[in-house]
C-alpha cells in the first residue's frame, strides 16, 4: 500500500459571514490549499466534499462539491459529496486517503464547508438535531447540548472532577483560539467570563459551547510528499456499535484503537492533538478515550494541565471548535490543516515546540449510545 | 385491553413507545422479542440484534429502569418548554436511551429508580416519560 501525504492545506475563517454565500466560502479555502500544494486545479484527479446541512440551511441539498468546485475552474474529475453529520470532514479524509494509498488517484482535493449563519437560530438548531435518528429523537426532548451535559456528568462523577476543571478546558481553548487567525472567536475569554456566563445545560454554560459558524477547510492528499511533506500515519473510521452484541466500547475506543493499530503507535507516541470539543469540557472523555490518561487519571491529568500548549500533551492548539469554531462539514478537515500547519511548523504565533506526531478525533451525530461516527487520523512528519 | 382495539390518541412518537393497546406488555417503549434467545430488541427491528435470529415478535419493555446521568436544559426542545429534564437511563433490559424526565429535578441521581409513564400534553397527543419509581424495592 503507497503511502498518502498532506501536501497542502487552506480555509475560509470560520465565523459570521451574512454575505458569502456557501459556494464561495468553499471555493475560496479549496484555492487556498491548492496554493498553499503549489498547484494548478488541473492537477487534481478528484474531490471528496463534506457537507452536512446545505440542504436544510442553503437550498442545496445536493450535488453540492460541484457547485463549490465549479467556480475554480474544477470539472470532468469524479467529485463526491460526503455527508457523515459533523464527522463528514474526517470521513472525507478517510475516503481520499484509501483512494490514494490504492493508487486510484494520485492527487485528491478535500473540501469540508458550511454555511450554519442566517439570522435564523433556531433554523441552524434544528438542522442539528437532524444528526441523529430522528426517528427515535423526535419528541423526546434530546438536544445535543443537554446530550453533552450528560457525557460531562458522567466522565465527572466517574472521575471525581469539579467545575472548575470546566472552566480552565474552556479558557485554554479560547486563550488557544486567540493565537490563530483563522478562529470564531479571537479575544481569549477568561475563566471569570467562562463561569460567569449563563448555563445552557449544568454543567455546561455558554462560553463553553462552539458556536453557529460559517466556514470552510481544505487539503491535497497526495502519493507526492509535496511542500508540506506530512505523512497520513493512520486514518480510521468507526461507527456506533450495537451494544447489546458488541460490547461496551465507545465510538470513539474503537476508532482510536483502529487508529493506533494501524500506526502501530500508542498514545504516548503523540505529540499534541485536536479533538472534537463541540463542547469544551468533553475533552475530559477524550483524554481517556484517546489513552492520554488512564481511568481515574482524567482529574489528574487536568491539574497538571497537561493540555495546555505548555504541557505535555497539548490539545486543541487551535482553539478547537469551542473558539476555532463549529461549522459542521469544515470542522473535521479543519482539525487536519492544523495537524498539518503545527507539523510543518506553520502555525504561527500557536506553534508547539514540540509536533513531529499529532493526532486528531473528528465525531459527528448520534445513535444509540454513542456517537454515531468517530473519524480518527495520525499524522506525522515525513 | 384487546389488542384488536387500537388507540386512537395520537402520540408524540409512534416509534419510540406504545400504548396500552398496541403490543403486548405496553404500555412501554417499543421493542420485538426474539422467540430463540428471549432478548429484546428496541425500536421496529426486523431481526434480534443479539443473536440475528429473525423469530421476533412485538412486545413492550422499559417499564423500570435506572437513570445513569440527567441534565436540566435551560432551552425548549421537542414540545418540552424549558427548563425540562432528560436523562440517559438503562432499562431493566438493558437498553440505553435519552428519555425526557418528569417530577422534581433535586429527586434524581445517578441510579435512580424510574417506571415508564404516559403523560397527557395540552396539545391532546401523549407523551412519554419517565419518573421516580418511588414504590421500588
Not at chain 1, 463542547?279 to 495546555?308: K, N
Not at chain 2, 412518537?13 to 404500555?27: I, T
Not at chain 2, 421493542?31 to 443479539?50: D, K, M, W
Request: glycine share 10%; proline share 5%; charged share 20%.
Amino acid at each position: 500500500m503507497a503511502d498518502a501525504f498532506i501536501s497542502g492545506c487552506g480555509f475560509h475563517p470560520f465565523g459570521r459571514f451574512p454575505n458569502k454565500t456557501l459556494k464561495e466560502i468553499a471555493a475560496e479555502a479549496a484555492l487556498a490549499a491548492l496554493d498553499d500544494a503549489g498547484l494548478d486545479p488541473d492537477a487534481i484527479d478528484a474531490a471528496f466534499c463534506a457537507n452536512a446541512y446545505a440542504g436544510l440551511l442553503n437550498g442545496q441539498e445536493s450535488m453540492r462539491g460541484e457547485t463549490w468546485l465549479r467556480s475554480i475552474g474544477v470539472g470532468v474529475i469524479p467529485i463526491i459529496n460526503v455527508e457523515n453529520a459533523c464527522a463528514g470532514g474526517g470521513t472525507a479524509l478517510h475516503l481520499a486517503t484509501i483512494a490514494v494509498r490504492a493508487g486510484v488517484y494520485r492527487c485528491v482535493l478535500v473540501v469540508g464547508a458550511e454555511k450554519m449563519y442566517s439570522g435564523d437560530t433556531a433554523a441552524a438548531i434544528a438542522a442539528l438535531a437532524t444528526s441523529s435518528d430522528t426517528e427515535v429523537t423526535a419528541g423526546v426532548g434530546m438536544q445535543f447540548a443537554a446530550v453533552d451535559a450528560i457525557r460531562v456528568k458522567e466522565v465527572m462523577r466517574e472521575e471525581g472532577i469539579d467545575d472548575e476543571a470546566l472552566v480552565w478546558i474552556a479558557a485554554k481553548n479560547h486563550s488557544n483560539g486567540a493565537l490563530n487567525p483563522n478562529a470564531q472567536f479571537r479575544k481569549g475569554l477568561d475563566a471569570e467570563a467562562i463561569r460567569n456566563s449563563r448555563v445552557i445545560a449544568a454543567p455546561i454554560r455558554l462560553y463553553m459551547c462552539s458556536a453557529i459558524s460559517d466556514g470552510a477547510a481544505a487539503v491535497i492528499v497526495s502519493s507526492d510528499p509535496g511542500r508540506r511533506g506530512v505523512r497520513i500515519r493512520a486514518s480510521a473510521l468507526a461507527s456506533s456499535p450495537v451494544r447489546a452484541r458488541q460490547g461496551k466500547d465507545s465510538t470513539a475506543v474503537r476508532a482510536a484503537r483502529k487508529a493506533y493499530g494501524e500506526a502501530a503507535l500508542r498514545p504516548q507516541d503523540m505529540d499534541f492533538a485536536e479533538v472534537h470539543d463541540a463542547v469544551a469540557p468533553l475533552e475530559l472523555y477524550y483524554y481517556r478515550a484517546l489513552g492520554f490518561c488512564e481511568p481515574g487519571g482524567v482529574g489528574r491529568f487536568v491539574s497538571e494541565r497537561q493540555s495546555a500548549r505548555s504541557g505535555t500533551m497539548p490539545v486543541n492548539p487551535s482553539g478547537g471548535l469551542t473558539a476555532r469554531g463549529h461549522p459542521v462539514g469544515a470542522t473535521g478537515v479543519a482539525q487536519i490543516c492544523e495537524l498539518v500547519l503545527q507539523i510543518s511548523g506553520g502555525a504561527g504565533l500557536r506553534q508547539l515546540p514540540h509536533a513531529r506526531r499529532g493526532i486528531a478525533l473528528n465525531a459527528g451525530g448520534w445513535i444509540g449510545e454513542d456517537p454515531a461516527i468517530n473519524a480518527v487520523h495520525i499524522l506525522e512528519a515525513k | 385491553m384487546s389488542a384488536s382495539v387500537p388507540s386512537t390518541r395520537i402520540k408524540t412518537n409512534r416509534h419510540v413507545f406504545v400504548l396500552e393497546d398496541e403490543v403486548p406488555g405496553a404500555p412501554g417503549l417499543r421493542a420485538v422479542r426474539c422467540r430463540a434467545c428471549r432478548c429484546h430488541t428496541l425500536g421496529r427491528a426486523l431481526i434480534c440484534s443479539h443473536c440475528f435470529s429473525r423469530d421476533v415478535a412485538p412486545e413492550a419493555a422499559g417499564q423500570r429502569a435506572e437513570l445513569v446521568e440527567f441534565a436540566v436544559s435551560n432551552h425548549p426542545a421537542g414540545g418540552f418548554s424549558a427548563p425540562y429534564a432528560i436523562g440517559l437511563i438503562c432499562t431493566e433490559e438493558g437498553f440505553a436511551l435519552f428519555a425526557p424526565l418528569v417530577g422534581d429535578p433535586a429527586s434524581f441521581a445517578h441510579e435512580t429508580l424510574l417506571r415508564f409513564t404516559l403523560l397527557d400534553r395540552d396539545d391532546g397527543t401523549v407523551a412519554f416519560a419517565y419518573a421516580a419509581d418511588d414504590g421500588a424495592q
